[in-house]
T-cell receptor, first 115, second 114 residues
Framework: AQSVSQHNHHVILSEAASLELGCNYS??????LFWYVQYPGQHLQLLLK??????LVKGIKGFEAEFIKSKFSFNLRKPSVQWSDTAEYFC?????????????FGAGTRLAVHP | GAVVSQHPSRVICKSGTSVKIECRSL??????MFWYRQFPKQSLMLMAT?????????EQGVEKDKFLINHASLTLSTLTVTSAHPEDSSFYIC??????????FGPGTRLTVL
């Protein structure tokens, strides 16, 4: 079945540690890719997105993500996390082929950063 | 920019009653809005796509007669949960697609059906 997979359900890091959250999808063809963040008690916010062009995209708050087409992946990275990055992170894919025009979400990764 | 609001943020209702949730794009026009449902500690599940001026498109397994969607204007979509039952208790989230194909999300509505 076509899906979006986030391999890490829970991640615990200390401040200043590096972060990488995996995201793989199984849709063929052209896709738009997104990472959203949901801070505790808040709504989903867009971190970054990839539509085309440079596969390394930079988002807000020091986050970046790399689209690797051959691996169907769009991993999220941050070189040095802060306590304020504690949140849930969702990868989402918009499969453009076949008339789709909607977001399919991964299960989310809950990140806890300890001071 | 790109702010989406939802009202109410929380609602408690008795079983059998209907509840209406509003979703508004505050600073842009959205021909397409989306309604999601989020269960505790789970991801967002798309329920339906709301199209301004036409019928909503429902995902498989979502009862269109139970979850009525009306996209009356370019800035407003409503979701009405009809004859609500306790199993409809959930967190309902809307999003609006802005020009450029990015979705912006509302803060969600927590529905509790007693």
């Amino acid at each position: 079945a076509q899906s979006v997979s986030q391999h890490n359900h829970h991640v615990i890091l200390s401040e200043a540690a590096s972060l990488e959250l995996g995201c793989n999808y199984s849709y063929g063809g052209t896709v738009n890719l997104f990472w959203y963040v949901q801070y505790p008690g808040q709504h989903l916010q867009l971190l970054l997105k990839y539509f085309s062009g440079d596969p390394l995209v930079k988002g807000i708050k020091g986050f970046e993500a790399e689209f690797i087409k051959s691996k169907f992946s769009f991993n999220l990275r941050k070189p040095s996390v802060q306590w304020s990055d504690t949140a849930e992170y969702f990868c989402a894919v918009n499969p453009l082929a076949g008339g789709y025009n909607k977001l399919i979400f991964g299960a989310g990764t809950r990140l806890a950063v300890h001071p | 920019g790109a702010v989406v609001s939802q009202h109410p943020s929380r609602v408690i209702c008795k079983s059998g009653t209907s509840v209406k949730i509003e979703c508004r794009s505050l600073d842009f026009q959205a021909t397409t809005m989306f309604w999601y449902r989020q269960f505790p500690k789970q991801s967002l599940m798309l329920m339906a796509t709301s199209n301004e001026g036409s019928k909503a498109t429902y995902e498989q397994g979502v009862e269109k007669d139970k979850f009525l969607i009306n996209h009356a204007s370019l800035t407003l979509s409503t979701l009405t949960v009809t004859s609500a039952h306790p199993e409809d208790s959930s967190f309902y989230i809307c999003s609006a697609r802005a020009p450029g194909d990015t979705q912006y999300f509302g803060p969600g509505t927590r529905l509790t059906v007693l």
